[in-house]
């Protein structure tokens, strides 16, 4: 089946999901004594829910380690996934690509579908040049702005699950002073950097609100959206950078094939200069499940303890 009729059967049957009502006639809104199916489409989504819905939810994330969300492309077992859901949460800002269609037309259908970004202030969202007025969907490099996300997921299942109210707010409290002491971690591990060294480079622009916040200077081979494919001269002129300002080390990403990064690299030496691949960041998807880098937390702490020890 090609991506195009798959993509069009999807929108077509979640649809028509959405609009039907329950075997007798009732909204599909009896959660009494079961728990909630929620589908969300990245990994750093679906932790935000289990920590604010608890024993409540059942989480299904669709995009798993190592995905891209900016061109991840529906199957047709993400159907079923999306029919079978209470509610439904995605990036928003265009992260999903194409599919971000989709969850709209489910939203106006009727389908519980939320960006979890929908509610953050537009001043607090960064504008990419290569965006031509739309948003950088990377929200969760900021935890101030993970947390907005975290509240709208808490927003939005109380709604749902009046009844549960209180457990997701307690839930909610408890995980954003957590975040409190995230945010808090990320800023002095940075500020250790000397200034000089506080340059990130990564293979696509997926770390500025990362940058905005924590005081560092981020460039990336890639735009914000990896479907912008980097040139030749996009290689040169970063290694370029890399040499005039003395750049100790480089990352690649989990979701982005290394040779993007390894080409820098290789265009760097060339010029005389030597560079070293710093490790491995998590950039659009999270580690694998049961390990640390497997939650947000783990995730935004391994990232900022890979760059402190091979920029210092």
Known sequence: MSNRLLFSLLMLSLTLAACAPTAGGSPRNDLAGRQINVVATVGMIADAVKNVGGERVNVTALMGPGVDPHLYKPTA??????????IIFYGGLELEGRMTDTFVKLARAGKPTFSVSEDIDPAR????????????????????LW???????????????????????????AYLKQLDELHQYVKTQIAGLPESSR?????????????????????????TSTATEAG?????????????????AIFVESSVPQATIE????????????????????????????????????????????????LR
Not at 148 to 172: F, H, W
Not at 199 to 222: K, N, P, S
């Open 77 to 86: 077992s993400d159907v079923q996934k999306l029919e079978s859901a209470d």
């Open 125 to 144: 969202l960064r504008q990419p040049i290569e965006f031509e007025g739309k948003y950088d969907p990377h929200i969760w490099f900021d935890v101030t």
């Open 147 to 173: 947390q907005e996300a975290v509240r709208k997921i808490n927003k939005e299942l109380a709604a749902l699950d009046p009844g549960s109210r209180d457990l997701y707010q307690r839930n909610t409290d």
């Open 199 to 223: 340059v990130l480079i990564t293979a696509h622009d997926a770390f500025g609100y990362f940058g905005a916040q924590y005081g560092m200077e981020v460039r990336g081979l890639q735009g």
């Open 232 to 248: 030749a001269k996009d290689v040169q002129d970063l290694a370029a950078f890399i040499c005039e300002r003395g750049i100790k």
């Open 263 to 310: 080409a820098v690299q290789a265009a760097a030496q060339a010029r005389g200069c030597r560079v070293a691949i710093g490790g491995q960041l998590f950039s659009d998807a999270m580690g694998s499940e049961g390990t640390p880098e497997g939650t947000y937390i783990g995730m935004v702490r391994h990232n900022v303890d890979t760059i402190v020890k091979a």
